[in-house]
């Protein structure tokens, strides 16, 4: 799996909470192989996981990849699957983690559901 | 305020290790002071503050020695105080380090060497951060291509206006030329033989270059004469190009009561030999020189043995430190201005080059007979940090010193140069003129260096007796009682007391601000138009450092109106 | 009015040639920017007033009150991380280092979730650089190495590098050759003269691959490196050393991928290397608009450029161990202050969790997921549009941004200063 820049998440990179951002970061960029050995249908969703955690995003044919790499846009889906370990450097490896992706029926969380439990125990003290 | 009973040296007002009262109003020294803090000084020695007139202290240079050395940060690390800011580094200190170092040595002002226009801004931050002295950086002209259009155009009007515009632009003090036309070859990898070899794609030579610029700059009657880094400096027989350097310009007058050309860090360029092997010592051959030539000054350059960071404009001279020691290089080419270097690097004892480098530096010092014409520098940090100038003075003011050090070294350092053989030792008030008096004079700067009524109240007082402390054989203390001032009094003020900061006020920043016919600047300005428009990669309106980055200036005028 | 040579706060080009229109206090007209810049100019959803989190819910409150929680919370911190300040201006930097002083705190920057393996690096190896003008006018060759200019900086080719013209490039894109290595065919590939793509995570074995055939060592390689076919590395090398002036200008493909700072050591060594047959220079290609002035200002302050621990009075630095993931992650820092920047976006989930767990204050201009996390909310003028100050392109130059209209909000520097003094405050009432 890897994570970049795209037009699309540059441009609303400062509005991430509007919808054009949700659409142009939840989505995961796929080989036309892979997409099709994928089985998936029209504007399907990938469940795309690994040791580190699993996020739904939805999929697209990107002619430009290679089989075997999928590309999703850097931001919190992503980052979803990346793992904590700056291997001693201070930056965690946000290119090439290992994932398994398949087909889901799960859909997109928006950008408030995935941070939505999370303060819940931390939160609020100070 | 007044300095009580101290035995002062003022070269500049003929005052030689008398005990005498200084008296401060309103930041200026004055005849007589009625009220304030007494200071007592008897016993002492009394000097106008420490003027450092080359030094690599801000700007990208020197933040690229930062970012590229966090092995050095780690050498200098004190932390902070309700007063003080953190300290980091040895070769390169961060801005806090050096205005609390300088303070500590006495030291109330300080010049940056080398700043190309397009990254002045960068350069007066970092000055802007630096505490206590007072600062002012030389801009880079000699590679500049609206400079090497001029020159080939025979253009000496729209020269001068050029630089007059360059100074504004840069807030920049002083006309510095770095290998000239070497930096501009560089660009294509590339470099100047020497003074008569054509710069590629412009077609003009090093030696028209430096005569163009020197002649501009007297036409503007700036405060300080163009300040000089020859070409091939640091290789094996430079001595030579340095020679016809100076026979080329000797026809040259000077516009003021000052020298008509610096060249800076003389060290680094009065080698003999055809390479390494042969290496050797020329420094009598250059002191001989200027012994007969009152119209040239040098500083020393002077190599302190351990860590250095090499920092200069001339980059391909980085290049080949980089590649002889394979060393960490960092390099950054500046779009139609200039091109720099950074290398770090230690210098060896036992390392026979750096035995003879280190002795040539104090030869200079000891063999050029008019201390006026030689000021005392390490060219920070290229030569070593400043904060060996203790070490430095005792050097010069002890031959038994040099001796024992020159047991320590390589041999060729004595079979190559001359220093064995030299007997001078510097004495109180020569010690005054190279790291006060001179630099100031060299500088132009009419209220430092000296201690007369309307001068800066900028005053080092050390705890060393001039009176019962011989230089020669009691070196340790003389190097001691440097290295910590009793006191620095900087523009009235007690900034250092017993060798600790006590107070951190903020200096000013000399600039120049030199006046040319409004013809002459009205068709450099069109040329800039054009050059913004195709090859620069900013808009001309920002181009320009803006008054934000010096909030306490002192503007110097000058200029042909 | 229009106000010319304005400059753009979005990436690391600072573009400051653009025209905005302003009519009444508003911006109603952005030309020349990028779809990326003028999209920030124009504006956007912003947080309306300061905010504090009581009972798990954010509500609105005075700036006084959101300074007095903020410092309560720093200065009642054992660790505290002061993060962010890429999209700001050198100025507010300063008062933040200051702050961190104060606090005993550690401060860190994006750089080190960005280019910070660039940075490390640059430590092992130095970098031989240049401005953007020097490849403007001179490179015949350019390099993009891990980079989608076409997407993350998308003026970047017309302006400096491959499109544009100069002093020695008359012919703009027509005189040039452009490579592009990537492990995708992104947009910015599907416009060079050559495309080499390389498997994820090997750069380090092609860069190495061709600092052998640079050398003459090529008979040494196999047949395929990383799954590239030997002739292509040795068709780039020698597109290298023919090369009047070459450039190798590289993204966070080189600094996320396997190897991280090992690569770009590795790419810095192959420039030294280029440089005994020509010229050739190197550049990151820095993402937000000022995170490089973050690292020069940090540099000059403390003596090292990003993760700095100041919990000793001294600066300590070792990424790794100082720098905000580490800290996150090993549940060390208790509050952090987020100064212009979107950790809770950026940084790996599993780091995020660990923020959500100790409070948070956020300083920014716009709404995003850090507040979703965030215990004080304090909301600023737009650096760049609505306050004036200092920023670093990419390539080191130094840039006076522009305040082209008036926001009445405070600016990131007056935050951090009210902050600083509250801080102060409450030190001497102890």
């Known amino acids: 799996m890897i994570s970049g820049r795209t037009l699309g998440q540059g441009a609303s990179l400062e509005a991430k909470t509007s919808p054009e951002f949700f659409k142009a970061v939840s989505f995961c960029a796929l080989s036309e192989e892979d997409y099709d050995a994928l089985g998936i249908s029209g504007e399907g969703n990938v469940l795309v996981r690994n040791e580190f955690g699993e996020i739904v995003v939805s999929a697209k044919k990107d002619e430009g990849l290679p089989p075997g790499v999928i590309f999703i846009p850097m931001g919190p889906w992503a980052n979803a699957v990346v793992g904590r370990k700056t291997g001693g450097c201070g930056t965690p490896q946000f290119k090439g983690e290992k994932v398994e992706v398949e087909g889901t029926k799960m859909p997109v969380m928006e950008i408030r559901e995935l941070f939505a439990d999370m303060k819940k125990q931390g939160g609020g003290r100070s | 305020m007044i300095i009580e009973g101290g035995i002062v040296y003022d070269p500049i007002n003929g005052v030689l290790g008398e005990e005498m009262d200084v008296s401060i109003e309103d930041g200026r020294v004055v005849e007589e002071s009625r009220d304030g803090e007494k200071i007592d000084a008897r016993g002492m020695l009394v000097l106008p503050g420490g003027v450092d007139a080359h030094a690599h202290i801000a700007g990208a240079k020197v933040n690229t020695g930062r970012i590229m050395r966090p092995e050095d940060g780690r050498r200098g690390t004190e932390a902070r105080t309700k007063l003080l800011r953190p300290s980091t580094g040895y070769t390169v200190p961060n801005c806090y380090a ?209 860590s250095a960071t090499t920092m200069t404009a001339d980059a391909p001279l980085e290049y080949g ?146 009176e019962k402390v011989d230089p020669s054989k009691e070196h340790e203390e003389v190097k001691a009682a440097l290295a910590g001032a009793k006191y620095t009094i900087k523009g009235g003020e007690v900034v250092v007391r017993d060798g600790e900061v006590v107070a951190v006020p903020q200096g000013r920043t000399y600039w120049v601000d030199a006046s040319v016919p409004e013809d002459a600047e009205a068709r450099v300005k069109a040329d800039l138009v054009e050059k913004f428009a195709k090859y620069y990669s900013i808009q001309m309106s920002n181009y320009m450092v803006q008054d934000a980055y010096v909030t306490r200036p002192r503007v110097i005028r000058a200029g042909v109106i | 009015m229009i106000i010319e040579d304005v400059l753009c706060p979005f990436c690391g080009c600072l573009c400051d040639d653009i025209k905005v229109e302003v009519e009444e206090g508003k911006v109603v007209g952005v030309k020349r920017a990028c779809r990326l810049g003028s999209s920030k100019i124009r504006g956007h959803e912003r947080i309306r007033a300061p905010m504090v989190r009581r009972d798990g819910e954010l509500f609105e409150t005075t700036y006084d009150e959101a300074y007095d929680r903020a410092a309560r919370i720093l200065k009642g911190a054992k660790r505290p991380l002061l993060y962010g300040w890429c999209s700001t201006v050198c100025e507010t930097a300063k008062k933040g280092i200051l702050l961190a002083e104060e606090v005993g705190g550690v401060i860190d920057s994006t750089a080190t979730v960005c280019h910070g393996p660039s940075i490390i690096g640059i430590e092992e190896k130095g970098l031989s650089g240049s401005t953007l003008g ?50 995708r065919k992104t947009r910015t590939a599907k416009n060079a003269d050559k495309f080499i793509l390389i498997r994820p995570g090997t750069d380090y074995e092609v860069i190495s691959a061709l600092r052998m055939i640079v050398k003459g060592k090529g008979d040494l390689i196999p047949e395929t490196v990383a799954g590239v076919n030997k002739a292509d590395l040795e068709e780039a090398a020698g597109m290298m050393k023919a090369a009047k002036f070459g450039s190798i200008l590289f993204g966070l493909g080189m600094t996320h991928s396997r190897g991280r700072y090992k690569n770009v050591d590795n790419a810095l060594s192959l420039v030294a290397d280029l440089n005994g047959f020509t010229k050739f220079v190197v550049m990151a290609m820095r993402g937000h608009y000022n995170v490089a002035g973050f690292g020069q200002v940090c ?132």
């Open chain 3, 134 to 183: 020097q490849v403007k006018n001179r490179a015949d060759l350019i390099i993009f190495w891990g980079a989608n200019p076409a997407e993350a900086h998308p003026r970047h080719t017309m302006r400096y590098s491959s499109n544009s013209t100069g002093m020695f490039t008359p012919e703009g894109r027509r005189g040039r050759k452009v490579i592009v290595v990537d492990v």
């Open chain 2, 98 to 306: 050096i205005g609390y170092r300088y303070a500590r040595l006495g030291y109330t002002c300080a010049f940056e060497a080398a700043t190309p226009i397009l990254e002045a801004r960068h350069t007066h931050e970092e000055l802007e951060e630096i505490p206590i002295v007072d600062k002012g950086a030389l801009t880079l002209f000699g590679n500049n291509w609206e400079v090497l259009e001029c020159v080939r155009d025979g253009d000496l009007e729209k020269l001068a206006a050029f630089v007059a515009w360059g100074l504004r632009a840069s807030r920049g003090y002083g006309v510095k030329v770095v290998n000239p036309g070497g930096g501009e070859a560089w660009g294509f990898g590339g470099n100047v033989k020497g003074i008569d070899d054509p710069v590629p794609n412009f077609g003009v030579t090093a030696r028209e270059i430096i005569r163009y610029l020197m002649r501009a700059n007297e036409a503007l009657r700036l405060p300080h004469s163009v300040h000089l880094h020859t070409n091939n400096l640091g290789k094996p027989g430079n001595y030579e190009t340095t020679l016809a350097t100076l026979r080329a310009v000797e026809d040259i007058a000077s516009s003021r009561d000052r020298q008509v050309l610096h060249v800076t860090h003389m060290q680094f360029s009065a080698y003999g030999g055809t390479g390494w092997r042969d290496f050797e010592s020329k420094a009598p051959e250059i002191s001989d020189y200027f012994n007969k030539h009152d119209q040239f000054t040098m500083d020393m350059g002077q190599l302190i043995f351990g």
């Open chain 3, 299 to 430: 540099a000059w302050e403390t003596g090292y450029p990003m993760a700095v621990d100041l919990s000793r009075g001294a600066p300590y630095f070792n990424p790794g161990e100082t720098a905000a993931c580490d800290l996150l992650g090993r549940r060390e820092a208790d509050a952090m202050m987020v100064v212009a920047a979107d950790p809770a976006s950026n940084f790996p989930r599993e780091t995020v969790e660990a923020m959500a767990e100790i409070p948070v204050i956020q300083v920014d201009p716009f709404p995003n997921p850090t507040t979703f996390l965030a215990d004080v909310v304090i909301p600023t003028a737009v650096c760049g549009i609505e306050a004036e100050g200092t920023a670093y392109r990419m390539d080191g130059l130094s840039l006076r941004m522009k305040k082209v209209i008036d926001s009445g909000l405070p600016t990131d520097e007056e935050v951090v200063e009210n902050i600083l003094d509250r801080v102060r405050r409450l030190a001497d009432d102890n």
């Open chain 2, 321 to 466: 430190n980089a590649r002889l020691l394979k060393a960490k290089w960092s390099n950054h080419d500046i779009e139609l201005e200039e091109s720099s270097g950074v290398v770090p690097l230690v210098y060896g004892r036992k390392n026979p080059i750096n035995a003879i480098q280190w002795a040539i530096g104090l030869e200079l010092a000891l063999l050029t007979e008019d201390p006026w014409q030689m000021i005392m520098t390490t060219d920070h940090p290229n030569g070593g940090p400043f904060v060996n100038y203790p070490e430095v003075v005792a050097l010069l003011m002890s031959r038994s010193k040099r001796e024992k050090e020159l047991a320590t070294l390589h041999d060729l350092a004595s079979k190559r140069s001359s220093l064995p053989s030299i007997e001078r030792e510097m004495d109180w008030n020569e010690v005054a003129i190279v790291t006060r008096a001179g630099p100031a004079r060299i500088l132009g700067l009419a209220e430092k260096g000296h201690l007369g009524v309307g001068a800066d109240g900028d005053v080092s007082i050390y705890d060393v007796n001039p």
